[in-house]
């Protein structure tokens, strides 16, 4: 890749960063924990945040019992026996070994950077060439810091919400997603290093879309980061997380939880575009995306809203879910989950109807290329006082060629019988003749098999924001790559 | 413009045309007609470079190039249009987002510069008034829920807009009552200019009524068994196809 390819104040700003990269290299490397999992480690990462003993407290009782946890067994998918000895659990976000520019970049990276639209401060962000996730995390909160503190809305990062906020932390951290809960969520509880803050006071809406990119760049690291979002009575807030990680050989853990809490009328929309590095097209390497999302309708009429684009990682397992508690609350999840190559995806929802008058509403779009596996998995459950709940359930497939394959398992459990619960499920192939369809207007193969998925997601993308929906349907476009001719 | 040569095809281990030849001028509609299962369908396929076909021998040339040597993208940017017996339905695709990257993906290759959304929205506004459209179809999934009348005046629309040099009408009669017919073979005629040909293919000799053809062809048993002007399409309607699988039994 040249230099004339490069637009000038993309040039302009990668030498900017790298002059803040030269200012903190010796910070950064002085962050490494040793390799493998032990109460140290966990001692370490504590005392490198500088947590009060309550936090390490925490974190050592999740690890004892972390122990004792069988892996998950039940999703459709298979892998070699995780070797959690074999990780780091704690490293900097940069090495001499990372591209010290573009110019050292994989261009077939760059390329897809480039359909994908993602500016060019974010392309570093992802590739590791100068910032870091530390510091993006900063420049978002200076950036929208005042504009944010004066609606009273905290954003900032889970470490210094535990410096600045303990009793809140204490109060909501876990109390949706335990660290009883599951091995990975437990091992988060253990040894999450980062994650996201978001409080928002009663009756405020929040002034703008919250985000996140989260990235992993270090090899055999494992990222387990962990968001709480707490939305008081009448409030409003809509968060976006993206998900990128360079190309590795080996495949790499990432473990997160995301927790959040809806009160009386207030509303969280939680956005999604998942794009982990999903392996080669030998199925070699990849991210291990094992993550639990919960969320809380605590109080009456509050909403809580998942929108999904699974398009990265050799291995998704991954279930955000609704608790609704809360009186005429209403939960919803829309997800596309694309699978191409060797990809495997077991993704879905639970919706756990509990309060009078609640309302879940699902729509799973599931595509298959390659030699991939998808599987929707989803739990609806009607409580026994759970009366008038009703839930509607959409699952639809899309198969690419005949290697790949692709499974709907619902779970019903109603003990209220004034339930009101739908289910639709179909499967259906892309045809030669649709295909053929498109080529005969002029478009050629691949940008038609594009045009035909999007159009075959588009109820789950109007849900995402703009940018966003813009940034997912190109991504699908790229996902697909090679899966025809 | 086109010249098919001795075209022989098979489908499925079949042979289905046997040695067809046809010349075409620019500005000509040519009518095909023949029995069910005399390759009136294979021909529109092969022409437009559908796979499951196999030419085994013959020759075809359009605007001046080895049309079969090209991909279906390829032959459709080169002026190849057809318009299809049976439109296909693309859920969540509205017609305009697919006329768009259609029309964008040809001018591409023509190495013409891509249409702006409101240049090309303009287009298009001014295509559906012409063919008295309604435009809140345009927003609907390509074809879902349209009845037979509406799949084949949408396509009449795209061969608007995609304004081809060639297009091949794949029996667009069937499954239309009077007034629809009427209608799609208005929209054709409006498209009729010196710059571009129709290949009519029907059973029926009553879509000839509505699109006057220069030349009608009798295809049978995977031939042309006779060419002739306009009367000849009448004849048929007259006398049915049994004289030609007569001759081509003979032959």
New interface residues.
């Given amino acids: 890749m040249s230099n004339a390819a490069i637009a000038p104040e993309t040039l302009e700003t990668i030498k900017s960063l790298d002059k803040y990269e030269a200012g903190f290299i010796t910070d950064i490397e002085s962050d490494f924990a040793p390799k493998g999992l032990n109460e140290d480690i966990i001692r370490f990462i504590s005392a490198k945040k500088n947590e009060p003993d309550w936090m390490l407290e925490s974190r050592l009782t999740a690890y004892r019992h972390w122990l004792t946890l069988p892996e998950p067994q039940w999703a459709n998918v298979s892998f070699p026996p995780v070797d959690y000895q074999d990780a780091y659990y704690y490293a900097a976000p940069k090495t001499a070994s990372a591209p010290k520019s573009l110019d050292e970049l994989d261009p077939k990276l760059l390329e897809t950077y480039k359909k994908l639209g993602i500016p060019l401060r974010e392309q570093e962000m992802l590739n590791g060439i100068a910032v870091d996730a530390v510091f993006d995390s900063v420049s978002v909160v200076t950036t929208f810091r005042e504009k944010l503190h004066s609606a009273g809305v905290i954003f900032c990062s889970i470490s210094e919400a535990v410096q600045k906020y303990p009793d809140m932390i204490k109060k909501y951290m876990g109390s949706v997603v335990p660290y009883t809960d599951n091995k990975h969520a437990c091992l988060n509880a253990a040894v999450f290093t980062d994650g996201t803050f978001v409080y928002i006071p009663e009756g405020v809406r929040c002034p703008m879309e919250l985000s996140t990119y989260f990235r992993i760049n270090e090899a055999k690291t494992g990222q387990f980061e962990r968001t709480l979002i707490v939305a008081e009575k009448k409030s409003y807030v809509s968060y976006l997380e993206g998900c990128t990680a360079p190309k590795r050989d080996e495949n790499q853990m990432h473990a997160a939880v995301v927790e959040l809490i809806a009160m009386d009328d207030a509303e969280i929309k939680y956005s999604t575009v998942q794009n982990w590095y999903p392996g080669d097209e030998n199925g070699k390497g990849g991210i291990y995306n094992f993550v639990t999302k919960r969320g809380i309708c605590k109080g009456a009429r509050s909403r809580i809203s998942w929108t999904q684009v699974e398009t990265g990682s050799a291995i998704t397992w991954k279930y955000p879910s609704c608790v609704l508690l809360g009186d005429d609350s209403v939960g919803e999840f829309y997800s596309v989950a694309l699978t191409n190559n060797y990809q495997q995806a077991d993704t879905g929802t639970k919706m756990i109807h509990i309060g009078k008058n609640t309302r879940s509403r699902i729509i799973a779009k599931g595509i298959s290329a390659g030699k991939s596996n998808s599987t929707y998995r989803g739990l609806v459950r009607i409580a026994q006082k759970a009366e008038n709940a009703r839930n509607y359930t959409q699952c639809d497939s899309l198969l690419i060629g005949d290697l790949c394959g692709a499974h709907t398992v619902p779970y019903i459990e109603n003990k209220n019988p004034t339930a009101t619960l739908e289910h639709e499920a179909t499967t259906s192939k892309i045809?030669?003749?649709?295909l053929?369809?498109?080529?005969?207007?002029?478009?050629?193969?691949e940008?038609a098999l594009t045009?035909?998925v999007?159009?075959?997601?588009?109820?789950v993308l109007q849900h995402l924001p703009m940018e966003f929906a813009v940034e997912a349907q190109k991504l699908v476009a790229i996902s697909l790559e090679g899966s025809v001719g | 413009m086109l010249k098919i040569k001795n075209l022989h095809v098979t489908a499925a281990g079949r042979p289905v045309l046997k040695g067809l030849s046809l010349e075409m001028k620019a500005g000509e509609v040519h009518a095909i007609m023949g029995p069910n299962g005399s390759g009136k369908s294979t021909l529109s396929y092969v022409l437009a470079g559908r796979d499951g076909y196999e030419v085994t021998d013959g020759t075809v040339e359009f605007m001046g190039q080895d049309l079969l040597a090209m991909e279906p993208e390829d032959r459709a940017a080169l002026g190849l249009f057809l318009a299809f017996q049976y439109p296909v339905e693309i859920p969540g695709v509205s017609t305009t987002t697919f006329l768009k990257t259609a029309l964008n993906a040809i001018r591409k290759k023509r190495g013409e510069k891509e249409l702006e959304p409101a240049q090309f929205l303009k287009l298009q506004k001014q295509k559906i008034k012409d063919l008295g459209m309604d435009a809140e179809m345009m927003k609907r999934g390509v074809n879902v829920g349209f009845s037979g009348g509406e799949k084949k005046r949408n396509e009449v629309l795209q061969m608007a807009m995609l304004a081809p040099k060639l297009a091949i009408m794949d029996e667009t009669d069937s499954g239309l009552d009077i007034d629809a017919l009427k209608v799609v073979s208005e929209g054709v005629n409006a498209l009729r200019g010196p710059d571009r040909s129709f290949l009519v293919i029907t059973h029926y000799q009553r879509l000839l009524d509505y699109i006057k053809p220069d030349i009608v062809h009798v295809l049978a048993n995977g031939k042309i068994q006779k060419t002739g002007g306009p009367e000849l399409a009448l004849l048929l309607e007259e006398k049915g196809y049994a004289d030609f699988y007569d001759a081509t039994e003979a032959a």
């Fill in positions: 045809s030669d003749k649709t053929f369809y498109c080529r005969q207007r002029g478009i050629p193969e940008e045009l035909i999007n159009g075959f997601c588009k109820e």
